[in-house]
């Protein structure tokens, strides 16, 4: 298990790629769990209540699935599908771990009447460390430059940034 977080770290580090994860259906669904289940405590900040957080959740993970999917078939390589999910996935529930504690920071600072800074500094480079770790692993997935994962990767937020704001009003 330890060699597997290790792994998803050089990921986040951008030393080792899709490739180099097992080709598992089992960690597949493992790391599905664990990405879903990492994004409970900042979904229920953002919006609120727990319905809109679960429907949130499940519209997120299903797009980046399905998106996922339409880029390895278009490109005729879906035999990458799992592996590229998986680094996807695994990255992104790690990503999500420090979110919630910078929202909470952030609305808590705002409710003071104060400038959250360094809560919003650390939402952004989150958001952008994210986008380079997607385009990492769109890159390595496709065979292609960064520049070509960054450009998928950067479509894939601005997607995901639209359907996000379909699941009710924004806890404030």
């Known amino acids: 298990m330890l060699a597997l977080l ?8 951008r030393r080792l790629g899709p490739e180099d994860l097992p080709d598992s259906q089992f960690l597949l669904s493992l790391v599905l769990g664990a990405y879903m ?44 599908f799992r592996r590229t999910l998986t680094a996807l996935l695994g990255t992104g529930a790690l990503l999500a771990l420090p979110q919630a504690p ?4 952030s609305r808590a600072a705002s409710a003071a009447g104060e400038t959250p800074v360094g809560a919003t500094v650390g939402l952004l480079a989150l958001l952008l460390w994210s986008v380079v770790v997607q385009a990492h692993i769109v890159s390595r997935a496709l065979s292609s430059g960064f520049v070509a994962g960054l450009a998928v990767a950067l479509a894939y937020f601005l997607l995901s940034f639209a359907v996000s704001g379909q699941f009710g009003p924004v806890a404030g």
């Open 6 to 13: 290790d792994a998803f770290f050089r990921i986040l580090t």
């Open 37 to 80: 289940a990492a994004q409970v405590p900042a979904a229920a900040l953002i919006y609120g209540g727990a319905v809109a957080a679960f429907l949130a959740i499940v519209a997120d993970t299903a797009l980046l699935a399905l998106c996922c999917w339409v880029l390895l078939t278009v490109t005729s390589l879906m035999p990458r």
């Open 102 to 105: 910078l929202v909470y920071l």
